[in-house]
């Protein structure tokens, strides 16, 4: 689960990987034999029995630096990708980001998120804002989840298969609207391994910082990481989700 192709200093750093650690990082899972791939190819290889050693390569927000920096690295590592596309934010800024989000520089346009289409990566849904679904009114989250995939689909012509919840936030409720939208996969956090059998709409995935070598990312991918603090937060999701569902009553937005 990558965002940014840069370097970004201060408290969000972990979003941001640059183009020479991307490139190390890609270039020790291929080495180690892995092959490279978007989402949705690599949840349909599995589904007809393939034991390839296959790693879902994903990007979320769709920054301008993917087509600069992003899509060169991944060809250079014969390595495939998802992109989730914020669509309500395509042409500006990650205005979610606060006082930071001039640091990640610009969105997509709609022409460049294009150009990333045409150069075979795979564009999935991140929603229409960049909030958290969960704790929306039925209405409204239908709207975010429904008219942004077909925005997607009428102005890229491509087909859009997946999903990724914003802030990774999502619950019963959303996963069946995000269905029911066409969809046939989803994203979230997850912060450990991904296995056959799970929930479809609940991909887990790991986040690799501007800290994690190239021998560090393949040691996570084959080890699976710490099991402890995701099973921790995973616990704590319905009592967070009250909490922030109060906040936006009061005029606030917790992430």
Do not use: C
């Not at 769709?62 to 992109?83: C, E, I, K, Q, S």
């Not at 609207?177 to 046939?184: I, K, N, Q």
């Amino acid at each position: 689960m990558y965002h940014s192709v840069s370097s970004v200093g201060g408290p969000l750093r972990d979003l941001a990987v640059p183009p020479d650690r991307l490139a190390e990082q890609l270039a020790a899972l291929t080495t180690a034999g892995y092959r490279l791939i978007g989402l949705t190819e690599a949840l349909e290889l599995r589904t007809v029995g393939s034991t390839e050693k296959l790693v879902a390569v994903t990007f979320d927000d769709g920054y301008r630096d993917f087509l600069t920096a992003g899509v060169p690295a991944l060809r250079a590592a014969g390595a495939g990708a998802t992109l989730y596309a914020s669509v309500g934010h395509l042409g500006g800024h990650a205005g979610w980001l606060g006082r930071w989000s001039a640091d990640f520089g610009p969105m997509l346009t709609w022409d460049e998120l294009a150009e990333v289409a045409a150069a075979g990566v795979e564009i999935g849904n991140h929603s229409l804002i960049h909030h958290p679904l969960d704790v929306l009114a039925p209405a409204v989250l239908r709207d975010e989840i429904h008219r942004s995939r077909e925005e997607l689909e009428q102005r890229l012509a491509v087909p859009v298969r997946s999903f990724a919840y914003p802030h990774g936030y999502h619950g019963r409720r959303v996963r069946e609207v995000v269905e029911a939208a066409g969809h046939d996969n989803a994203t979230e956090v997850g912060r450990r391994l991904h296995t056959a059998g799970r929930r479809r709409f609940a991909v887990p995935r790991f986040q690799p910082t501007p800290d994690h070598t190239g021998a560090d990312l393949l040691a996570l991918v084959e080890g699976g990481g710490p099991r402890l603090a995701p099973q921790l937060k995973r616990l704590a999701q319905p009592g967070w989700r009250l909490v922030r569902r109060a906040a936006r009553k009061a005029g606030r937005t917790l992430t």
